[in-house]
């Protein structure tokens, strides 16, 4: 069987859903596992909608009505007016129209993950619907009484036992009826409140399926051919991977590739599932595939350019020297936050941590720092990382811009830059 997942780029209007479907009718020779992400924008525009409701600013409405209206039109332009998907999508959004009406009585993360996971609720709907409507039998399935998390709202972990319990027991039977379409990024507590799994986070729940159902591969279709050495919005002369292999793969989203989520490819790695990444506007191209048993020769370097970064500079209060104890202190301060920590440097007074922007979290880690520290930081930098470069690579890179930080190690160099 295959798992397929289709991002927010490649559902983000009504073409995108006919595409999906045409896409979807090459493979009726197979079993297909479904997985979709929100259309187009939505997340951040639920975002938006989540932090209006617990700040209870005056938009709320505007910002919700705009997200209904957004789907409804897409649906007018697929359905007729009777059809049953205009009931059932609007009776997801009944999930948060409850929710809205009263004040916000739980934590911020609790309630993102409630609004958030409408997103992907309402757009499978509509997958599933159009898939239906196109002679693709399809069937929807809930995803959070599957992928089974704890309650760690906006970033919840997997119980893997129980997951694996609950999707082999009945999903291959239900698998040779009709395709299965599913929501990406979204789980459930045993107390059966929707958590998410953190951004960007459907991929994750491509290979958490396809780990499960042992599948024979996990394709996400992309606005890309494949997997490039940079992104092709900000260089020209890109190159695409054939094949990676899964540990040059795990690199370049632990530095920040968004291509795929950084989750993703251990639980397939382990399983020995290839993962193919193929363009959803020319369905026949090879794409990439990550897989075992690939030796990457780099004619070109990896860049990763990561924006809106802080670098922040920790020092002792009475300018002793930064000891272990201290970092041991520092870092345990930084994983309490939440603040995921992108490149380090120590020297003799100070420690240095290149973090991303994300005010929610960052003013609390100030704040908890500025105790027993000074602290000193710089915003709105990048943080350009290069894979195998070359002699000039950083040179180039760096062109009139200034270095804060550098390091480099064999294979990889790291430059904060303003
Ligand atoms: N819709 C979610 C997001 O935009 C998950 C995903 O697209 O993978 O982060
Ligand atoms: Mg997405």
Request: aromatic share 10%; net charge negative.
């Given at each position: 069987m295959l798992v397929f997942k289709f991002g927010g780029a490649s559902v983000k209007d009504a073409a995108g859903m006919i595409n999906l479907a045409k896409v979807v009718s090459l493979y009726q020779d197979q079993q297909l596992l479904i997985v979709v992400s929100a259309m187009g924008k939505t997340t951040n525009a639920l975002e938006k909608l989540a932090k209006a409701y617990f700040d209870q600013s005056d938009d709320i409405q505007d910002i919700y009505e705009s997200i209904k209206r957004y789907h409804y039109d897409i649906i007018a332009e697929l359905f007729d007016?009777?059809?049953?998907v205009f009931d059932d999508v609007a009776n997801t959004f009944v999930e948060i129209d409850w929710m809205l009406e009263d004040e916000p009585q739980d934590s911020y993360d609790f309630i993102y993950d409630q609004i958030v996971s409408v997103g992907e609720l309402v757009s499978t709907r509509i997958v599933a619907a159009y898939l239906n409507k196109a002679g693709l039998k399809a069937q929807w399935l809930d995803v959070r009484g599957y992928i089974h998390t704890d309650n760690?709202?906006?970033e919840a972990n997997v119980q893997w036992d129980k997951t694996r319990e609950s999707i082999t027991l009945s999903i291959p039977e239900q698998l040779t009826q009709s395709i299965i379409v599913t929501q990406g990024f979204l789980g459930g507590t045993s107390e059966n409140f929707t958590t998410t799994l953190?951004?960007?986070?459907s991929d994750y729940t491509a290979s958490i399926f396809a780990s499960c159902l042992n599948a024979d591969s996990v394709t996400t279709w992309k606005?890309?051919?494949?997997?490039?050495?940079?992104d092709p919005k900000l260089f020209d002369d890109t190159v695409k991977f054939d094949e990676l292999s899964y540990n040059e793969a795990i690199e370049m989203t632990y530095y920040g590739?968004?291509?795929?989520?950084?989750?993703?490819?251990k639980p397939l790695k382990n399983a020995g599932i290839p993962l193919l990444v193929k363009p959803f506007g020319d369905p026949t191209q090879p794409g990439t595939v990550i897989k075992e048993g690939v030796t990457n020769v780099f004619k070109k370097p990896v860049i990763i350019i990561k924006n809106n970064q802080v670098l922040l500079s920790i020092s002792t209060s009475d300018y002793s020297f930064v000891s272990e104890d201290h970092l041991s202190d520092i870092i345990g301060r930084f994983a309490k936050s939440h603040v995921k920590i992108n490149v380090m440097q120590t020297s003799a007074l100070s420690f240095s941590v290149c973090v991303d922007y994300t005010p929610e979290y960052l003013d609390k880690l100030l704040k908890n720092l500025n105790s027993s520290y000074k602290v000193k930081y710089n915003s709105d930098l990048t943080l350009i990382t290069v894979r195998h470069?070359?002699?000039?690579t950083i040179k180039n890179l760096t062109i009139g811009k200034t270095t804060l930080l550098e390091q480099i190690s064999r294979n990889t160099a790291q430059v904060v830059v303003k």
């Amino acid at each position: 069987m295959l798992v397929f997942k289709f991002g927010g780029a490649s559902v983000k209007d009504a073409a995108g859903m006919i595409n999906l479907a045409k896409v979807v009718s090459l493979y009726q020779d197979q079993q297909l596992l479904i997985v979709v992400s929100a259309m187009g924008k939505t997340t951040n525009a639920l975002e938006k909608l989540a932090k209006a409701y617990f700040d209870q600013s005056d938009d709320i409405q505007d910002i919700y009505e705009s997200i209904k209206r957004y789907h409804y039109d897409i649906i007018a332009e697929l359905f007729d007016s009777s059809a049953s998907v205009f009931d059932d999508v609007a009776n997801t959004f009944v999930e948060i129209d409850w929710m809205l009406e009263d004040e916000p009585q739980d934590s911020y993360d609790f309630i993102y993950d409630q609004i958030v996971s409408v997103g992907e609720l309402v757009s499978t709907r509509i997958v599933a619907a159009y898939l239906n409507k196109a002679g693709l039998k399809a069937q929807w399935l809930d995803v959070r009484g599957y992928i089974h998390t704890d309650n760690k709202y906006r970033e919840a972990n997997v119980q893997w036992d129980k997951t694996r319990e609950s999707i082999t027991l009945s999903i291959p039977e239900q698998l040779t009826q009709s395709i299965i379409v599913t929501q990406g990024f979204l789980g459930g507590t045993s107390e059966n409140f929707t958590t998410t799994l953190g951004r960007e986070g459907s991929d994750y729940t491509a290979s958490i399926f396809a780990s499960c159902l042992n599948a024979d591969s996990v394709t996400t279709w992309k606005d890309v051919p494949g997997i490039l050495n940079a992104d092709p919005k900000l260089f020209d002369d890109t190159v695409k991977f054939d094949e990676l292999s899964y540990n040059e793969a795990i690199e370049m989203t632990y530095y920040g590739a968004t291509v795929i989520h950084p989750k993703t490819i251990k639980p397939l790695k382990n399983a020995g599932i290839p993962l193919l990444v193929k363009p959803f506007g020319d369905p026949t191209q090879p794409g990439t595939v990550i897989k075992e048993g690939v030796t990457n020769v780099f004619k070109k370097p990896v860049i990763i350019i990561k924006n809106n970064q802080v670098l922040l500079s920790i020092s002792t209060s009475d300018y002793s020297f930064v000891s272990e104890d201290h970092l041991s202190d520092i870092i345990g301060r930084f994983a309490k936050s939440h603040v995921k920590i992108n490149v380090m440097q120590t020297s003799a007074l100070s420690f240095s941590v290149c973090v991303d922007y994300t005010p929610e979290y960052l003013d609390k880690l100030l704040k908890n720092l500025n105790s027993s520290y000074k602290v000193k930081y710089n915003s709105d930098l990048t943080l350009i990382t290069v894979r195998h470069y070359l002699h000039d690579t950083i040179k180039n890179l760096t062109i009139g811009k200034t270095t804060l930080l550098e390091q480099i190690s064999r294979n990889t160099a790291q430059v904060v830059v303003k």
